[in-house]
Structures are given as structure tokens and as C-alpha cells.
């Protein structure tokens, strides 16, 4: 996956997450879960497999690794997502 490409599902990801007013609920996740975002890496490709494919399958592909929680924890910092 390009770093293109992991931007636009994230971006995706945080608009839905705007959308339903979650930002402030999530922040506080990706803060908690921050020290282990390479678990939550690990954790994310563990359940790759057990997800059906589509819109899901991409978020957690995106989310596979630290860079992707990093790049999400950055975008929904911003203040316009």
C-alpha cells in the first residue's frame, strides 16, 4: 500500500469519524493505545483475515503497521480532518 493510498483511507476513516462526533473518543483511544501502537499493528493484521473484504478490509490494511496509527492520530489532530 502506497503512502497515497494509506492517506486517502484514513482520511475516509476520520471524516466517518467526524461525521458521527467520535473524534473526541477516539483521540483518547489512539492516545491510551499510543506506546502500543506496534501491538495494535500486530493485533490489526491477526484479524485481517477474519474480516470480509471491503471498505473494512481497507481501514485495517491501513492501519497494519505504526505509520498508519501515526498518520491517523495527525489527521484527527487537525482541526478541519
Known amino acids: 500500500m502506497t503512502h497515497e493510498q494509506r492517506a486517502a483511507i484514513l482520511q475516509q476513516l476520520a471524516h466517518a469519524l467526524e ?3 467520535l473524534l473526541a473518543p477516539t483521540r483518547i483511544a489512539l ?3 499510543a506506546p502500543m501502537s506496534f501491538l495494535a499493528g500486530q ?3 491477526f484479524i485481517n483475515p477474519l474480516i470480509p473484504a471491503g471498505r473494512w478490509h481497507s481501514y485495517v490494511a491501513a492501519l497494519s503497521d505504526q505509520e498508519g496509527w501515526n498518520v491517523l492520530r495527525d489527521m484527527l ?3 478541519d480532518c
Do not use: C, N
Open 19 to 21: 461525521h458521527r462526533r
Open 31 to 33: 492516545d491510551i493505545i
Open 43 to 45: 493485533a490489526a493484521l
Open 77 to 79: 489532530e487537525t482541526p
